[in-house]
């Protein structure tokens, strides 16, 4: 069954565009920059967007979560030598 599946499509990509069902356009269609300059900003918006963004949200969190940690463990040790 999957013989035949890729059979459809490999014959539907070689066609001439209109002859492609209106219904499987959006599964044969590639989303990607065709400038080269573009393609680069496009990749380095990705690596901002699912890399940087996370990694500086998580740091800053564990950040403020170790500055919890050690102003409450400061305060315990005050208390507990007086």
Request: charge should be positive; proline fraction near 6%.
């Amino acid at each position: 069954m999957l013989f035949y599946v890729t059979v459809c499509l490999l014959y539907l990509i070689n066609v001439h565009h209109k002859q492609i069902p209106r219904s499987l356009r959006p599964w044969l269609t590639v989303c990607a920059p065709r400038d080269p300059k573009m393609e680069m900003q496009f990749n380095l918006f990705l690596t901002a967007a699912f890399y940087l963004a996370p990694l500086l949200v998580m740091s800053y969190t564990y950040v403020m979560i170790a500055i919890c940690l050690w102003s409450s463990t400061s305060q315990t040790n005050t208390v507990a030598e007086s």
